[in-house]
């Protein structure tokens, strides 16, 4: 596609359950990211992702946040047993393998999830 | 203590104002800044990237950097209302680097 696109664009969900958001790349994009924008702060990086590997996921905040991608295409950030603090606004960015830090990035407008 | 700071607004200028916006950095190890603009319910879009110390321009949009100080700014000449937006500061450590460190954003109205 065009941009980047991710779905739902909103969520709300009851605290415990799970959640599946889904990341759809620029096509041939092979790097793509994980963000996360909580109200009144800075995104946070989550995961990145290089083909379908993942070899940086240290900004998971916990075990209850899992990620996957299928080769160099949709991506999928779970995130089970949902708490209030979850409550954010989840991007996507894809880039040209990992030139992201001389601003290759494309942003999808997001997942805003909100856990109640 | 964050590693970029941001002040978060809001800010509210006049149309045709030039505006300021600043961010200062802890870490002497980045080495790439950028700037980018989020429209309200949008993704971030990539205004401006720098490497060195100094200026780069671009249309009514000027990148500062100053190193030594760890602080950098965004100017906005001639400010129109369809420049209201937040706009986040953002950097790395280095070309390859597989995550951008975010400052908060600054919400900014242009008000015509």
């Known amino acids: 596609g065009a941009g980047v696109s991710q779905s739902p664009s909103n969520k709300v969900t009851e605290k415990g359950k799970d959640v599946e958001l889904r990341c759809d790349p620029i096509s041939g994009h092979t790097a793509l990211y994980w963000y996360r924008q909580r109200l009144g702060q800075g995104l946070e990086f989550l995961i990145y992702f290089q083909g379908n590997s993942a070899p940086d996921k240290s900004g998971l905040p916990s075990d209850r946040f899992s990620a996957e991608r299928t080769g160099e295409s949709v991506s999928t950030l779970t995130i089970q047993r949902t708490q209030q603090e979850d409550s954010a606004v989840y991007l996507c960015a894809s880039s040209f393998r990992g030139v992201g830090a001389l601003g290759g990035y494309t942003f999808g407008s997001g997942t805003r999830l909100t856990v109640v | ?112």
Do not use: H
């Not at chain 2, 203590?1 to 300021?20: H, R």
């Open chain 2, 1 to 112: 203590q964050k590693e970029v700071e941001q002040d978060p607004g809001p800010l509210s200028v006049p149309e045709g104002a030039i505006v300021s916006l600043n961010c200062t950095y802890s870490n002497s190890a980045f080495q790439y800044f950028m700037w980018y603009r989020q429209y309200s319910r949008k993704g971030p879009e990539l205004l401006m990237y720098t490497y060195s110390s100094g200026n780069k321009e671009d249309g009514r949009f000027t990148a500062q950097v100053d190193k030594s100080s760890k602080y950098i700014s965004l100017f906005i000449r001639d400010s129109q209302p369809s420049d209201s937006a937040t706009y986040l500061c953002a950097m790395s450590r280095a070309t390859g680097a597989n995550n951008l460190f975010f400052g908060t954003g600054t919400r900014l109205t242009v008000i015509p």
